[in-house]
């Protein structure tokens, strides 16, 4: 029996890398259909500025 919980915890683990895995792709593939795939660091920059701006309002 004490086994049992070991197993759950095992298998509730790899659900969770399993869903965290497929989010990722998923992202990814996102990622691919906006371009952001071929942003430039000036981009990048623009965009984390235009984020930073944000969260100050």
Do not use: C, F, H, W
């Not at 509730?12 to 906006?34: F, V």
């Not at 623009?46 to 309002?57: D, F, L, N, P, T």
Request: cysteine-free; hydrophobic content about 30%.
């Amino acid at each position: 029996m004490e086994e049992n919980p070991k197993k759950l915890g095992k298998t509730l683990q790899a659900i969770r890398r399993s869903q965290a895995r497929m989010a990722l792709e998923e992202m990814q593939q996102q990622s691919l259909e906006r371009g952001l795939d071929r942003l430039t660091n000036t981009d990048i920059g623009v965009e984390i500025e235009a984020a930073r701006q944000g969260r100050k309002r």
